[in-house]
Structures are given as C-alpha cells and as structure tokens.
C-alpha cells in the first residue's frame, strides 16, 4: 500500500506551506507532480514516491476520523488538478445512500401540515432541503461561495373540479387545471369558441350578455394561459379546455404564472368536448351545466440557491442544476432529490481539486410550478454574466426505478451552439461504459428552458419519469409525483452511474473548454417558452 515516509514528506509539505503562508512554488509542484497525489479531505493518492510511476500503488485512504470530525484541506495550490476518472471515483453508493435517507427524513418534516411527506416550495420539507444543503457546502466555504437568490412563485392547488348536466348527469373526466383560481358553484351558459380561443377576437363576438357564462375552447396553437385570459377578458365566468387529440390517460395542464388574469379553467378529454358541442346543437344554444372548481393560488417567496467555485476562470463558467422542490402529493427523492443529492456530492468532491474554469451550482426551486426558479435565475443574469456562461447541464430524476439512460436530444440548429456537444458527452460516456441510452425530446420538460432561451448551449440526463421503459414495456418510473417517491424507489446502479456521468461531465469542461464551441450572441430573455409543449411536468398547451 502506501509508503509511511511519502505519506509523511507530502502531509508535511503541505502543512508548511500552509502555516508560512509562502506563495506558490512551481518548481516544488514540478519536481514532485504533487497534483497527481494529493487528495482533498484527509485522503491521499500516493504513487511510491516521486519519480515511481506505479500506478498500481495508488490507494485512496478515506478515512472516518477525517470526514466526520475533522476535514483536513489542502491549500488550494496543492491540490491536483481535476481529473475525471479520480473526480468519479470519489462517489460512492454509500454516500448516495445516506444522502437519500437524509433527504428523507427532510421530507418528513412536512408530515404536520400535509399529513405526508413532501418537499413542495412553502412546506418545511422544502425550507430544510436548503437549509441542509447549504450547511453542507458551508463547510467547504474556503472554496464555494454561497448566495441566496429569493422570488416570488405562485402555488396552487386543485381540490376537485366537476361539471354537471342539468338532469344531474357529471361529465366523467374533469381536470382542474393546475394553477387555475377557483369558483363557487354555479349554473352556467356554455358557449363554443371558435378558431382556438388564441386572440380576444375569437371571444369578443360572443361577449357573454348574462354574466355566467362558460367558454368551451378547443386545445391548440397557442398555451392554456392564453385561452383562459382572453376568455376572462371578453367577461367569461369559466373556461372548458377540450383535448384536440384521443389519448388514453386524462387531460390536463397548467395555466402557467399568470396569477390574477385568468378564470377557473378545467380541462375535458375530447370525447367530452365532442359530447358537449352535441349538446349545444342539441339544446340550440341554450346548454347549460352545474361547474364548480375548488382550488386556490397563491404568491410565495421561495429561494434559489447558487455555489459557486471561487477558483476557475470566471469568463468561462460551467454550470449545472437540479431543482430542489417537489410535488405536494410526495416527498420527490427521485424527483428531484436524486439531482439535487449527486450535485451536492460531486460539489463536496470537486473540492478536492483545482480548477481551469468556474464552475456553478445551481440548486434552483419551484420547478414543478412551471420552471421558476430556474427561469427567474437564467433571466436575471446580466449580459456579462450570460456571456460567461459556456453551458448549463440540467440534472433531473437520476435514479428511476425501471430506468433507462435518457440524453435530451439537443441540437445545434434549433438550440444554442454547443448544445450538441454536451450531449454527446453524455453518449460517448453511456457507450463507453457499455450501457445502452435513448435520446428523448428536449421539450421544455426541465430547467434547461429558461438557460436555452437566454442564449446559453444545454443539455442534460434523465432516467424517466411518466413514460415507458422500451425495454421492457413498463413505467420508467411508477411513483412519478406520487406519495411512494421515497428512498425505495430508487434504483441505486442508475443512481450511481449518472452521478459519475456528472462527475465526468463537471471535472471535463472544469479542466478544459479549449474545444468547446464559443458562445454566440445572447437572445432577449422571452417571457413565456411558446414553443414548447411542456413547461416543466406539465403541458401548457
Ligand atoms: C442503504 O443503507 C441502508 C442502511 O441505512 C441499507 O439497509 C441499504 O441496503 C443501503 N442501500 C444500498 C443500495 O446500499
Ligand atoms: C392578485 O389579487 C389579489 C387580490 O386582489 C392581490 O392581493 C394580489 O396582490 C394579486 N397578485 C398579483 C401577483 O397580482
Ligand atoms: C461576450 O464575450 C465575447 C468574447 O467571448 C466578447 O467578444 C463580447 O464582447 C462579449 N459580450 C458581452 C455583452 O459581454
Ligand atoms: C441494449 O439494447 C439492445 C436492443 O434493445 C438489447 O438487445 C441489449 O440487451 C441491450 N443491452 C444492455 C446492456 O442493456
Ligand atoms: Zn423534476
């Protein structure tokens, strides 16, 4: 194993240089190469002594009185520069493990108030995951810079959402939609729109006389937001949003940030919708039904939170993120505890390390609201700090249970230059490895969005969520925003796997960016992402 006397030589130099406050020497580095050897936090990697290349002598001597009690590091001049293949031995199962019955236990703290587990933006679960993770990479404050950026999201919630007919017959599948205010009970005109709902136009002609009327809208063209707003506008007291295609599972989607001008919006299978315009014909006109929608919204303040090396090259900042909140109904340790948790373990890590270029960490909230946080950050960088952004890796749900290994299937066309290049990181990887991948659309469905629409080259892995595995036919992930995201539903080889892909990833462009495609102009931040179906877990048109 390890030689005591070069143990002993490289823990002394270190600790002579760090007491004399002496300014680097290169020709010491030199002589000895001393960055291939020294490891942060108490361990070492020692090859025989200087001169020996016997790479079979290396042993990474982790040892339990240095993590725990005492994190001995290396000033940074010491440390070896990042490699990949040391960066990804450094993560372990063990610590992903603990990690995840750590975060766990956070979401437990929500039990009171929602009668469960969960980690959603407002819950004590949410405010502990922030508050853990920072205490984590506090104590790595020689190397990180922490900042807390705060903004207001909007939450909400659909208790139920019905519709009936007046002989008291219900319409079977009626989804409020997410984000949507509610209503009282109340008898209503339903009126069909024409031409999508997408310009007030449509709308105007129809202006309700009585005052409780209810728009029916076909899905299409421009978000849900759009048609409940305009439908609000021209004097609707409600919205119906009916599906323009068959699909086996329920409908639905969100209204998007749009609080305040929109009206209680449901949406209906299209069968359904076909159902009701039978019976406006039917009626001549004159059909009415019982819709009533209990839900609330509201504005909340909630908190990104953004690590930052202060080492690396700030003109060439890498930068990566997962989200910190989940859904209501689950404590969310896939989604996205598994990001978050390999972000904060590949951080801990890279701190052993020196790098050629920043790198950022960004563990951004109120996702499953629709992007927030991730939107608000990437649109609140200044033209220089956009500019010195190279790239953003998007870290969502890594440890699906019936996983397969997803690369968004960016381009360099449709998206930022640079964008294909990060995902061909991630196929060089999965190949080399010998595992198998699947592109899957880069659709909106992740934080990336806010980042692309800035101008910045993305990309990003994912093991699945709602969809099937084309492996075996089943559910990537069967406790997707449900109550049994828990520690056990974790696949642990996926886990492990892509936290070492992030690894790679992270020590890859920390060292060099060299080949990299420059960035090109930035584009004017965009408001809402209309050209993608998805915004964040759910459709928004
Ligand atoms: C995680 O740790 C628990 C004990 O805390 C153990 O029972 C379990 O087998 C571990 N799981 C893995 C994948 O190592
Ligand atoms: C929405 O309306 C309520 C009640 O009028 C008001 O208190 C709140 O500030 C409004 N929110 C926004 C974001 O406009
Ligand atoms: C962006 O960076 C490039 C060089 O990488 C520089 O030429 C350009 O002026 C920068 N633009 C802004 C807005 O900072
Ligand atoms: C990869 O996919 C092919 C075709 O679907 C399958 O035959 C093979 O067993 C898979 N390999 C692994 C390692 O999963
Ligand atoms: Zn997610």
Redesign the pocket.
């Known amino acids: 194993m390890v030689s005591s006397n070069a143990l002993l030589l490289l823990a002394t130099m270190g600790l002579a240089a760090n007491a004399a406050a002496v300014p680097p020497q290169p020709q010491l580095q030199q002589a000895f190469e001393i960055e291939d050897y020294v490891n942060e936090d108490g361990s070492f990697t020692i090859i025989d002594l200087p001169m020996s290349n016997n790479e079979d002598h290396k042993c990474s001597g982790h040892d339990s009185y240095y993590q725990d009690s005492f994190r001995f590091h290396w000033p940074y001049f010491l440390k070896p520069t990042v490699k990949s293949e040391s960066l990804q031995s450094k993560i372990t199962l063990d610590s992903l493990n603990k990690s995840a019955n750590a975060l766990y236990d956070i979401a437990k703290k929500s039990k009171k108030e929602y009668g469960h587990p969960t980690r959603v933006i407002g819950s004590k679960g949410h405010s502990a995951t922030l508050k853990w993770i920072k205490k984590r990479l506090s104590k790595l404050s020689y190397y990180y810079d922490i900042s807390e950026q705060d903004f207001d999201a909007v939450y909400g919630r659909v208790k139920s959402a019905t519709i009936t007919f007046e002989d008291g017959l219900p319409l079977p599948d009626v989804k409020g939609m997410s984000l949507t205010p509610g209503v009282e009970p109340f008898l209503g005109h339903v009126i069909e729109i024409p031409n999508l709902g997408c310009d007030l136009e449509d709308f105007l002609p129809l202006a309700p006389i009585k005052k409780n009327s209810i728009a029916l809208i076909e899905r299409g063209k421009c978000p849900f937001g759009e048609k409940s707003k305009n439908a609000k506008l021209a004097g609707f007291k409600s919205a119906i949003i009916y599906n323009n295609e068959k699909h086996p599972k329920s409908f639905s989607g969100t209204l998007g940030d749009n609080i305040n001008s929109t009206i209680a919006t449901v949406a209906v299978p299209l069968e359904q919708g076909e159902e009701l315009k039978a019976a406006i014909l039917a009626s001549k006109n004159k059909l009415y039904v019982n819709y009533a929608v209990d839900a609330y919204v509201e504005s909340i303040t909630t908190t990104n939170l953004i690590v930052e090396t202060k080492k690396g090259d700030e003109n060439n900042v890498v930068s990566l993120g997962a989200?910190t909140d989940g859904v209501e109904t689950g404590p969310g340790i896939n989604?996205?505890g598994s990001g978050t948790i390999s972000l904060l373990t590949v951080a801990e890590e890279l701190a052993g390390y020196k790098i050629n270029n920043k790198v950022r960490f960004m563990f951004v909230a109120a996702?499953e609201e629709g992007l927030l946080g991730s939107t608000h950050y990437a649109n609140s960088l200044s033209p220089e700090a956009n500019n010195k952004t190279r790239l953003m890796m998007d870290y969502?749900?890594m440890a699906s249970p019936n996983f397969q290994f997803q690369v968004y299937d960016a381009n360099n066309i449709d998206n930022p230059k640079g964008s294909e290049e990060i995902k061909n990181l991630y196929i060089d990887y999965y190949v080399s490895h010998g595992y198998n991948y699947s592109l899957i659309p880069f659709d909106g469905r992740?934080d990336y969005v806010g980042f692309l629409d800035v101008g910045i080259p993305a990309g990003g892995i994912a093991a699945g969520a709602e969809g099937i595995n084309t492996d075996n036919g089943k559910v990537l992930d069967k406790c997707y925003h449900e109550l049994c995201d828990d520690v056990s539903n974790l696949n642990f080889d996926a886990f492990l796997v892509n936290t070492q892909l992030i690894a790679h990833s992270v020590a890859t462009y920390a060292r060099d960016l060299s080949d990299f495609p420059l960035r090109e102009a930035q584009a004017e931040p965009k408001t809402v992402a209309n050209e993608y179906k998805y915004r964040g877990?759910q459709l928004i048109l």
């Open positions: 989200h989604d996205d996702e969502d749900m992740s877990s």
